[in-house]
């Protein structure tokens, strides 16, 4: 396994009020498997996705990747652990207005210890023939498949998706989709994607069901299905 989590709680105090966001969550993944966070608003797949990519620690319990302890980590730990082994695509894709799909992408690489050729990276989500172009040129969907070479370019170990097709119209979220399945396939990335599209859920390996900061449900899919098969 290499996530491996007991007991993970986190609670946001806010004056009196005091906010359950996960609540005794246990969670095993292992290596290269595609996982699915599906569950309402506020039901915690962030708190739990952002705990996992260390960007946020849980107020009680334990979460390893591989032998980096995530909750005791201090903060020059988790930005080495987040720099060398985790890649992110959020709903929004934060590219850098200014500069061209290639440079976006060129970028990331050049901080990375084990650089993936930005051109692969851009092959493997199907765009090499916007290398020039600019952010503002491209569809949406072409926006965020470039966020994900972008976040493979330093060939992360785990890519950790928060609702990636979120702004995304049907056809274009599926092209996304097919562009993280394809990471995932082909070089091994340990993947997981928060989404509230129960639809989603057939590409995984597995699915993981949130509800009131639990974890309510799991299902194995025996076997997955591609994007393209997916109807919602
Ligand atoms: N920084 C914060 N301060 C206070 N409460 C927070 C904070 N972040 C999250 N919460 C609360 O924790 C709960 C879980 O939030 P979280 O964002 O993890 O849910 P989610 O399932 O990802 O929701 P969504 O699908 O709407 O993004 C919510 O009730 C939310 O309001």
């Given amino acids: 396994m290499v996530f491996h989590a007991r007991g993970l709680s986190k609670t946001y105090v806010m004056g009196e009020v005091e906010v359950h966001a996960l609540r005794d969550i246990d969670l095993d993944i292992r290596e290269g498997e595609f ?8 039901s915690g797949k962030s708190t739990l996705l952002n705990i996992l990519g260390g960007l946020d620690a849980p ?34 894709y934060n590219l850098i207005p200014s500069l061209t799909v290639l440079e976006n992408v060129e970028l990331v690489q050049e901080i990375a210890e084990k650089p993936f050729d930005p051109r692969a990276a851009l092959a493997l989500v ?10 503002s040129q491209l569809s949406g969907g072409e926006q965020q498949r470039v966020a994900v070479a972008r976040a493979i370019a330093k060939s992360p170990d785990v890519l950790l998706c928060d609702e990636p097709t979120g702004a995304l119209d049907y056809d274009t979220g599926k092209l996304v989709l097919a ?12 993947t997981v994607i928060i989404t509230h599209n129960a639809a989603i859920a057939g590409m995984a390996d ?20 591609s994007p393209e098969e997916l109807r919602w």
Avoid at 126 to 135: I, M, S
């Fill in 126 to 135: 199907g765009l090499t023939e916007r290398l020039d172009h600019f952010p």
């Fill in 59 to 92: 107020t009680s319990g334990e979460a390893r990747w591989r032998d980096h302890d995530l909750v005791n980590a201090g903060e020059a730990e988790l930005t080495r652990y987040r720099r060398e082994h985790v890649g992110f695509v959020f709903q929004f």
């Fill in 35 to 42: 996982v699915v966070l599906l569950g309402p608003s506020g």
């Fill in 206 to 225: 597995r699915v993981l069901k949130l509800g009131g900061g639990r974890i309510v449900g799991e299902e194995r899919n025996e076997c997955r299905l």
């Fill in 179 to 190: 562009a993280i399945a394809r990471v995932n396939e082909q070089l091994g990335t340990t």
